[in-house]
């Protein structure tokens, strides 16, 4: 951040996890309800805005694949304006901000315009996946290493999946786009076995989740599973206690989710008292 003068606004990039407004951080609560303005992206529900003040500034700035929405440069430009404005600003993004948020080029742009800022870690999707899963992403008998990759464009992938190591190796892709097939051939043509497992879970820690459980030589009948959606490659996929074809996660009753989202409002509240 350049050392000449601030303005008396700030801005956040807070990571508002996969879905599931209980898996926010407190921090990241605590900013909501204290933010003059919100900047969302797509995939942040209305259960998670809920939190921010109803008198906030909301403004949904998603940048969604195919379809038009607003530009990095946009995004860049309303943050700015509105701390100068002196506003306490929460750019509300999925997941984790510095996982594929594109929080580098808003730091930069941030930084130029001398507007301090801070960076909330929050849930990425690749955990919150593998948790629906019921599997590791790394495991001392199966992966000693874990590789994050995004898979916007099948051709760019196929240089970047990686081969297998004999210490064991999992690869979490983000976004898979294209066939099933496709991406499996990739993987295959990298090195790895047909054999290898894999699992894909949509819409993780959402009422809507699904998994899929597979190996490379299997995805070719895999019916694909809708965005936003995470792929698992490697023996980790393997470890789940339950597996099947399919595994659909099951909405619990009415009575008993609200009453386990009250539950956790008090438990947040107390942490939040005690931590004045």
């Known amino acids: 951040m350049s050392e000449g003068?601030?303005?008396?606004?700030?801005?956040?990039?807070?990571?508002?996890g996969p879905g599931d407004p209980e898996l926010l951080t407190v921090r990241a609560l605590r900013l909501l309800r204290a933010a003059d303005a919100v900047l969302y992206d797509d995939l942040v529900p209305p259960e998670v805005l809920a939190h921010a003040r109803p008198e906030a500034i909301f403004e949904n700035v998603g940048k969604r694949c195919g379809s038009k929405s607003v530009t990095q440069d946009e995004i860049n430009t309303r943050?700015?304006?509105?701390?100068h404005a002196g506003l306490t600003v929460v750019r509300l993004k999925s997941g984790?901000?510095?996982?594929?948020?594109?929080s580098?080029?808003?730091?930069?742009?941030?930084?130029?315009?001398d507007v301090a800022y801070e960076i909330v870690s929050g849930v990425t999707a690749a955990s919150a996946a593998a948790a629906a899963a019921g599997i590791p992403l790394t495991d001392r008998r199966a992966s000693s290493q874990l590789i994050?990759?995004?898979?916007?464009r099948v051709a760019d992938l196929a240089q970047e999946i990686p081969a297998p190591v004999p210490m064991g190796r999992t690869v979490a892709v983000y976004m898979p786009a294209g066939p099933y097939s496709e991406l499996a051939d990739l993987f295959r043509i990298a090195g790895w076995p047909e054999t290898t497992p894999c699992v894909v879970v949509s819409a993780a820690s959402t009422p809507r989740q699904c998994v899929q459980y597979a190996t490379l030589a299997g995805f070719f009948g895999c019916e694909r599973l809708p965005?936003?959606?995470l792929l698992i490659v490697g023996e980790v996929a393997a470890l789940a206690p339950k597996r099947g074809p399919q595994f659909v996660k099951e909405p619990a009753s009415q009575d008993a989710a609200t009453a386990g989202h009250a539950s956790a409002g008090d438990l947040i509240e107390t942490i939040l008292f005690l931590a004045k």
Do not use: C, I, N, W
């Open 227 to 229: 965005a936003p959606a």
């Open 148 to 152: 994050l990759l995004t898979g916007h």
């Open 96 to 102: 984790d901000p510095s996982l594929f948020g594109r």
């Open 79 to 83: 943050m700015v304006e509105l701390a």
């Open 5 to 16: 003068f601030q303005v008396a606004g700030k801005v956040y990039l807070v990571g508002a």
């Open 104 to 113: 580098g080029e808003e730091t930069t742009a941030l930084a130029a315009a």
